[in-house]
Nanobody
């Protein structure tokens, strides 16, 4: 059974940094596209950053220049580096990935979510 497990959230002051990690485990053949989403209270879940299997990334406008998505294919781990955090970045962050299993089936999985709170 494949799964995604996130870590790295927490409380940080405005202007601070956090790095979120998302580790994939199970019988994984490879990981295709990866996305980081967030959901603030009372708001819909939104895509924050996305990276293809080839390494092409894109970001929602509000985080461009501050966040960076990356992947370590050798260790089946994905990251979201968040710099110059703002109170409006406060949300639960989720990773999402299309995983190809050892039997070559494709599964779209979500992590459990990690809380990021930006406050002084």
């Amino acid at each position: 059974q494949m799964q995604l497990v996130e870590s790295g959230g927490g409380l940080v002051q405005p202007g601070g940094s956090l790095r979120l990690s998302c580790a994939a485990s199970g019988s994984i053949f490879r990981i295709k596209a990866i996305g980081w989403y967030r959901q603030a209270p009372g708001k819909e879940r939104e895509l924050v950053a996305h990276i293809t299997s080839g390494g092409m990334s894109n970001y929602t406008d509000s985080v461009k220049g501050r966040f960076a998505i990356s992947r370590d294919n050798a260790n089946n781990t994905m990251y979201l580096q968040m710099n110059n955090l703002k109170p409006e970045d406060t949300a639960v962050y989720y990773c999402n990935a299309d995983l190809v299993s050892s039997s070559l089936e494709i599964f779209g999985l979500w992590g459990q979510g990690t809380q990021v709170t930006v406050s002084s």
